[in-house]
């Protein structure tokens, strides 16, 4: 007579324990306690925070504070924390001596040309060398980045010559034209379409019939609007403040902002309530273009911080 010993279910529960046992680690920290779970800060976290965010505030602080006291009370051994009385009139005296009118219709002028012109220019060269393909492209793009160990000090001499020599001495063009692209533009421009604009949606365009214009005008340019925004806000700020160009291209009749608050302070014995009154004058529409574009420039940091 026969037996026949019973069949017996597998144990699903060992079998499940050793798979996951025998699973590499780099699989198995997926599923360890608390992976996801959302981090809060602690007191530190925002004491530190509290401690860096005044501290990037107190200069403009102290700038509106010194802008309306007078000379006598900024140079006061204990200098005044807190805003006086005199702000309209070192405003209206910093105004009328340094003709920050005519200095302020220069400068933006200046600064929306060459933004303008960096963004086009820029992206444009950043797609080309992210996405075409052409003979030399690693070595012309090894030379853009060179270009950027380079001082500018050393371009200043033979540059005001060609200025001088075109018949631009003194004008905005002397300013504008010797930065229409940049070479930190470029790359930027370029790392962000590598990882952002995938080649099949180029493919997709040009089995559509369309040219590179269009590619460039209809698929290009929307991915690449967040880094645009970033790069626009950079150089803005960048030509914005310029100060050492400007000041040997330009003229005392002609100049840009930053060129203009340095007669303030050309004086013997310059009155800093008024330097300061003048300084918070070119500050301001820094502050309004932060505040009208500031969401999209986060908005486009963090894009292109989590690519890749």
């Given amino acids: 007579m026969t037996t026949t010993s019973p069949i017996t279910a597998p144990d699903h529960r060992r079998v499940t324990k050793s798979a996951v046992r025998d699973q590499p680690p780099a699989r198995r920290r997926r599923f360890q306690p608390g992976a996801g779970r959302q981090h809060h800060a602690g007191p530190f976290a925002y004491f530190a925070l509290v401690v860096v965010g005044i501290g990037s505030l107190f200069p403009l602080y102290w700038t509106l504070v010194a802008a309306s006291r007078t000379q006598d009370e900024v140079l006061d051994t204990t200098p005044p924390l807190i805003p006086g009385g005199n702000l309209f009139n070192n405003l209206q005296a910093a105004w009328e001596q340094a003709n920050l009118g005519k200095a302020i219709v220069n400068t933006l002028i200046v600064s929306a040309s060459i933004t303008l012109a960096t963004l086009f220019f820029c992206t444009l060269a950043g797609y080309a060398f992210a996405k075409m393909r052409f003979k030399g492209r690693n070595v012309l793009m090894t030379m853009v980045i060179a270009t950027l160990t380079i001082p500018p000090q050393l371009s200043v001499v033979p540059l005001f010559m060609m200025m001088s020599d075109i018949g631009w001495g003194g004008q905005l063009e002397s300013v504008i034209f010797p930065t229409l692209v940049s070479a930190f533009g470029v790359f930027f421009m370029r790392q962000y379409l590598i990882e952002a604009l995938p080649y099949e949606l180029i493919e997709a365009g040009r089995m559509d019939g369309a040219n590179n214009l269009r590619i460039v005008w209809s698929i290009v340019l929307p991915v690449a609007r967040p880094a645009m925004m970033v790069l626009g806000m950079l150089t803005f700020v960048q030509a914005w403040n310029d100060f050492f160009w400007p000041y040997l291209a330009l003229n005392q009749q002609n100049p840009t902002l930053q060129v203009a608050l340095?007669?303030?302070?050309?004086?013997?014995?310059?009155?800093?309530?008024?330097?300061?009154?003048?300084?918070?004058?070119s500050t301001l529409p820094l502050l309004v273009v932060f505040v009208i574009f500031g969401k999209q420039i986060v908005g486009g940091i963090m894009s292109g911080a989590v690519k890749g």
């Fill in 262 to 281: 340095g007669q303030l302070s050309a004086s013997y014995v310059p009155d800093q309530s008024i330097v300061m009154a003048g300084a918070l004058i």
